[in-house]
């Protein structure tokens, strides 16, 4: 049994998986999932998991050299745009640019979180 880190086991193997540049996605439960993406929903009912607890665990087990969060979340949620630039520094693009790029995703994770734009595109880095 893994000691440390993400313990559910098909983010653990698809983070394994993950080569320099890959993008994975962290969303709300009202982000759309391209088809041809797999997810991992986490969800269970309205608000949880909350996105901010999911970012908190990904962030400690997985190298992200870059982040990009919807302009949006300056007006239209504030506290999780703070929170956000706490722990990553994003870059800011539009909403809909979020959800284009998100098609590029090799994983996305769907939270229960039901505020808005609480979403994140990371791109992965490497450890050396």
């Given at each position: 049994m893994?000691?440390?880190?993400?313990i559910?086991?098909?983010?653990?193997?698809a983070?394994?998986?993950?080569g320099?540049?890959?993008?994975?996605?962290?969303?709300?439960?009202?982000?759309?999932?391209?088809?041809?993406?797999?997810?991992?929903?986490?969800?269970?009912?309205?608000?949880?998991?909350?996105?901010?607890?999911?970012?908190?665990?990904?962030?400690?087990?997985?190298?992200a050299e870059?982040?990009?969060?919807?302009?949006?979340?300056?007006a239209?949620?504030?506290?999780?745009?703070?929170?956000?630039?706490?722990?990553?520094?994003?870059?800011?693009?539009?909403?809909?640019?979020?959800?284009t790029?998100s098609?590029?995703?090799?994983?996305?994770?769907?939270?229960?979180?039901?505020?808005p734009?609480?979403?994140?595109v990371?791109?992965?880095?490497?450890?050396?």
């Open positions: 893994k000691k440390h880190g993400i559910n086991r098909d983010i653990a193997s983070l394994a998986s993950f320099h540049t890959d993008l994975l996605v962290i969303g709300d439960c009202g982000l759309p999932i391209p088809k041809g993406v797999p997810c991992i929903d986490l969800s269970y009912k309205i608000g949880e998991p909350a996105f901010l607890t999911i970012l908190d665990a990904v962030l400690d087990d997985f190298e870059a982040a990009s969060i919807a302009r949006e979340i300056t239209g949620n504030p506290v999780v745009e703070g929170a956000i630039m706490e722990k990553i520094a994003a870059d800011y693009i539009t909403h809909d640019e979020l959800k790029l098609k590029d995703a090799k994983l996305i994770i769907r939270t229960g979180e039901a505020t734009y609480a979403n994140i990371l791109r992965s880095g490497v450890i050396f």
